[in-house]
């Protein structure tokens, strides 16, 4: 059974999987794959305040990690105009050890609220779009890169798969931002977004990045996570549980 029949076959037999229907479903930007380039190591990192030291980027670079994911507060520039956080996204990328790493180190990777916009910020931020560029200037996209002309930053990877034995890593990473709304974190585009990429993932190791935490309870204090915004986790978790008890059935694969 592929993982769209199964769709279908969920929602006729009434296991609560009620937001999907295959007809409706919306690619988005389109899955980048690397076939040649296989992952053994993966790091990843955030909450980089870039007024402080930059020390240890070496240390990961000693890793010799085949792929850098950023997953958000890459830099910190609160309540600053998009002229002022390309400076300060500039001020990460002329530092030498970041340089130098950035150099070596091939890099994807989401935002979250203070390179954004500001500490809990949310789709309303007026300079978003801004911000969306002087994000892409920071990843140092091309001109022509599909995140420079759509709304949002999600976005996903295949790598591997060249050779016979090779495991394909299928990287999904969300915008937690850019759609946020009231109860709503990701808008419902990036929700059949996501439908579409899991349920015809052609990954043998599916990995899916979030600026915020998934399963912590723990919140308050300002701190966010998706166990304040129960219903999109919950349906997250009825998506990750579609997708488990199909693995490797897609038809692509
Ligand atoms: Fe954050």
Known sequence: MDRRFFVKSSMAFGLGISHYSFGS???????????????????????????????????????????WVWLGDNIYADYASPEERQ????????????????????????????????????????????????FCNFLRLPSQHILRSSQGIYQSFVYGGAGAMDRRVH????????FKEGDHLLGEGQWQWLANE????????????????????????????????KAERQRLFELLELCRVTPNKCPTH
């Open 25 to 67: 479903l919306i690619t988005g930007p389109s899955r980048r794959t690397y076939a040649a380039q296989s992952l053994n190591r993966i790091c990843l990192g955030s909450c980089n305040d870039q007024d402080l030291s930059q020390e240890f980027w070496p240390k990961i670079a000693q890793r010799n990690p085949d792929l």
């Open 87 to 134: 400076v300060e996204y500039f001020a990460l990328q002329r530092n030498r050890y970041y340089e130098s790493f950035a150099e070596t180190v091939p890099m994807v990777g989401i935002w979250d609220d203070h390179d954004f916009a500001y500490d809990n910020s949310d789709g309303n931020y007026q300079d978003k779009d801004q911000s969306q560029e002087a």
């Open 171 to 178: 990287l999904i990473l969300l915008d937690l931002r850019y």
């Open 198 to 229: 899991l349920l015809t993932s052609p990954g043998d190791l599916i990995m899916i990045g979030s600026s915020i935490a998934v399963l912590s309870e723990f919140t308050g204090f300002g701190l966010e996570g998706w166990a304040s915004y």
